[in-house]
């Protein structure tokens, strides 16, 4: 069965500064999905970004950029220039040939003014 | 225009009652899910549904079941609420097949047994 791990319960950044979270999973299946969610107090859950496995390239969305290390099963966040409003909780989320979709336990992100 | 909609959003209930959430998506998706995230925030998928038909159903009590009268509803009838139901519960949707997207999320439902 697929598993995610996010081993940091709760980071902290200072704004403008850069924060990494990290993320790894185990599968044996070669085509899937990895994403990463946001979710802010309101609840709402938010596509950060998304990665398909078979691309190399890694994805960016604006100050939000992924490090996806297939072989090492790594899916680590990378968020730039931080402000006020990436406090949230961030999960990592699988989604595999079947169309499941499997969670992290979260990190949740703390931002500094 | 709301993508994913979930009714109620709050719902304060006493034990052994029995309730329904609503869902519904107006994305066209072919695919729809149930998740439940406790209070430790951790998210579990209970089941999906694809075309109306049932995919996954994890392990979760028989007092808990989907119904999906069409492909853009599903709803979750709950028999018999327990203290240990409270939780937030999530529809979601999705496209699956060779247009995969990402999962659209409601705005969740805090479900509150006392």
């Known amino acids: 069965a697929q598993t995610v791990t996010q081993s940091q319960p709760e980071m902290s950044v200072q704004e403008a500064e850069t924060v990494t979270l990290s993320c790894t999973y185990d599968?044996?299946?070669?085509?899937?999905?990895l994403f990463w969610y946001k979710q802010p107090p309101s609840r709402q859950m938010i596509l950060v970004i998304r990665q398909e496995a078979y691309k190399q390239q890694n994805a960016t969305e604006n100050r939000f950029s992924v490090n996806f290390q297939k072989a090492a099963k790594s899916f680590s966040l990378k968020i730039s220039d931080s402000q006020l409003g990436d406090a949230a909780m961030y999960f990592c989320a699988y989604r595999s040939d079947t169309d499941k979709l499997i969670f992290g336990t979260g990190t949740r992100l703390q931002v500094f003014p | 225009d709301t993508a994913v909609s979930q009714t109620p959003k709050y719902l304060v209930t006493q034990m052994g009652n029995d309730k329904s959430i609503k869902c519904e998506q107006n994305?066209?998706?072919?695919?729809m899910y149930w998740y439940k995230q406790d209070s430790k925030k951790f998210l579990k998928i209970m089941f999906s549904y694809n075309n109306k038909e049932l995919i996954i159903n994890e392990t979760v009590p028989n007092r808990f079941s989907p119904k999906s009268p069409d492909k853009a509803h599903l709803n979750l009838h709950i028999n018999s609420l327990e203290l240990g139901d409270s939780a937030v519960y999530f529809c979601?949707?999705?496209?699956?097949?060779?247009?995969?997207?990402?999962?659209?999320f409601g705005q969740g439902t805090r479900l509150t047994v006392v």
């Open positions: 994305l066209g998706h072919d695919t």
């Open positions: 599968t044996s299946e070669s085509d899937y999905y």
């Open positions: 979601a949707s999705s496209q699956t097949g060779w247009r995969k997207t990402e999962a659209f």
